[in-house]
């Protein structure tokens, strides 16, 4: 049984910063490109990063790029989202998925969600 658990959200100010990981089991991790996706309230799930399972390849959304860095470590399973210079445009509910689609908001599989919230 696969297991995407994501931990790490909460409150920050704009300007904060925050890291997310993401716990993955049942699954042979190393060899899964990992994802990161979004959804605000009112609005569909959106992608944020992705990092491929061979190279490390990493690649942003425009509106995260430069503020927001993907990174994996294979030993412990794990996928990490560090967040810097938070703004409010950011709060959402962070989704970590496991082989998302490039074109599409589609995955293998997802995880259940941690509430990322940015005050202004």
């Known amino acids: 049984q696969v297991q995407l658990v994501e931990s790490g959200g909460g409150s920050v100010q704009a300007g904060g910063s925050l890291r997310l990981s993401c716990a993955a089991s049942?699954?042979?991790?190393?060899?899964?490109?990992m994802g990161w996706f979004r959804q605000a309230p009112g609005k569909e799930r959106e992608f944020v990063a992705t990092i491929t399972w061979s190279t490390g390849f990493t690649y942003y959304s425009d509106s995260v790029k430069g503020r927001f860095t993907i990174s994996r470590d294979n030993a412990k399973n794990t996928v990490y989202l560090q967040m810097n210079s938070l703004k409010p445009e950011d709060t959402a509910v962070y989704y970590c998925?496991?082989?998302?689609?490039?074109?599409?908001?589609?995955?293998?599989?997802w995880g259940q969600g941690t509430q990322v919230t940015v005050s202004s």
């Open positions: 049942g699954l042979t991790f190393s060899s899964y490109t």
């Open positions: 998925a496991a082989n998302p689609r490039s074109r599409v908001v589609a995955a293998d599989y």
